[in-house]
């Protein structure tokens, strides 16, 4: 089981807006602005979406953004397109793991 | 531009031993931690360890389920970081990352497979 939990699955329809959430606690998630969200798509390396909660690095779309309620994170990507159809998985800093804690990845279906 | 590249995948019988190499270039390689992780076919990532920067030690830390029969290193003056993997079981069968950074990681390898069957 990992230590912080993400839905399964979510869908969208193209252009639509879909939100993926991470749920940790006050150790990790809750505790420090160190939230990331990677990308990966099959048989692929994942890819860095976003750092520090709600920054992107350069070249990622402005479609996506992160943000951050209490011990939990969020990962909204805007108008929907099929090309964001891939699992995600968020990370964040922990206090009790010197490793940090990971999400169980979440698939995007796009409709 | 960064690249990691990692190396040394391979089919190898439960109980042998496999070392897997991650060559990076394009960075000051010393001055960033590693990571490594795994992915089980059809599974998530999974967080196998880390080689703090040269600068901060270089000390290791490692996930439970690996403690004790993987060992990660670095050599700087080749850039290159090592998984050192020991007593293989058929559950370790995986494609395995090597990722710059501890917390962070914003450059990945491509991945290399290593099977452990009979």
Same mark, same amino acid.
């Given at each position: 089981?990992s230590?912080?939990?993400?839905?399964a699955?979510v869908?969208?329809?193209?252009?639509?807006?879909?939100?993926?959430?991470c749920?940790?606690?006050?150790?990790?998630?809750?505790g420090?602005n @160190?939230? @990331?969200?990677?990308?990966?798509?099959?048989?692929?390396a994942?890819?860095?979406m976003?750092?520090?909660v709600s920054n992107?690095?350069?070249g990622?779309?402005?479609?996506f953004?992160?943000?951050?309620?209490?011990?939990?994170?969020?990962?909204?990507?805007s108008?929907?397109?099929?090309e964001?159809e891939?699992?995600y998985?968020?990370? +964040?800093f922990?206090s009790?793991?010197?490793?940090?804690?990971?999400?169980?990845?979440?698939?995007?279906?796009?409709l | 531009?960064?690249?990691?590249?990692e190396s040394g995948?391979?089919?190898?019988?439960?109980?042998? +031993?496999?070392?897997?190499?991650?060559?990076? @270039?394009?960075?000051?390689f010393?001055d960033?931690a590693l990571?490594?992780?795994?992915?089980?076919?059809?599974k998530?990532?999974?967080?196998?360890?880390?080689?703090?920067s040269t600068?901060?030690?270089?000390?290791?830390?490692?996930?439970a389920?690996?403690k004790?029969?993987?060992t990660?290193?670095r050599?700087?003056?080749?850039?290159i970081?090592?998984?050192?993997?020991?007593?293989l079981?058929?559950e370790?069968?995986?494609?395995y990352?090597?990722?710059?950074?501890?917390y962070r990681f914003?450059?990945?390898?491509?991945g290399?497979l290593?099977?452990?069957?009979?």
């Open positions: 089981q230590a912080l939990t993400q839905p699955s869908s969208g329809s193209p252009g639509q807006s879909i939100t993926i959430s749920t940790g606690t006050s150790s990790d998630v809750g420090y @160190s939230v @990331s969200w990677y990308q990966q798509y099959p048989g692929k994942p890819k860095l976003i750092y520090d992107r690095p350069s990622v779309s402005h479609r953004s992160g943000s951050k309620s209490g011990n939990t994170a969020s990962l909204t990507i108008g929907l397109q099929a964001d891939a699992d998985y968020c990370a +964040s922990a009790g793991d010197t490793l940090g804690v990971f999400g169980g990845g979440t698939k995007l279906t796009v | 531009e960064v690249q990691l590249v995948g391979d089919l190898v019988q439960p109980g042998r +031993s496999l070392r897997l190499s991650c060559t990076a @270039s394009g960075f000051s010393g960033y990571s490594w992780f795994r992915q089980a076919p059809g998530g990532l999974e967080r196998l360890g880390h080689i703090r600068p901060t030690g270089g000390t290791t830390d490692y996930a389920s690996v004790g029969r993987f990660i290193s050599d700087d003056s080749k850039t970081a090592y998984l050192q993997m020991n007593s079981k058929t370790d069968t995986a494609i990352y090597c990722a710059r950074g501890a914003e450059f990945w390898g491509q290399t290593v099977t452990v069957s009979s």
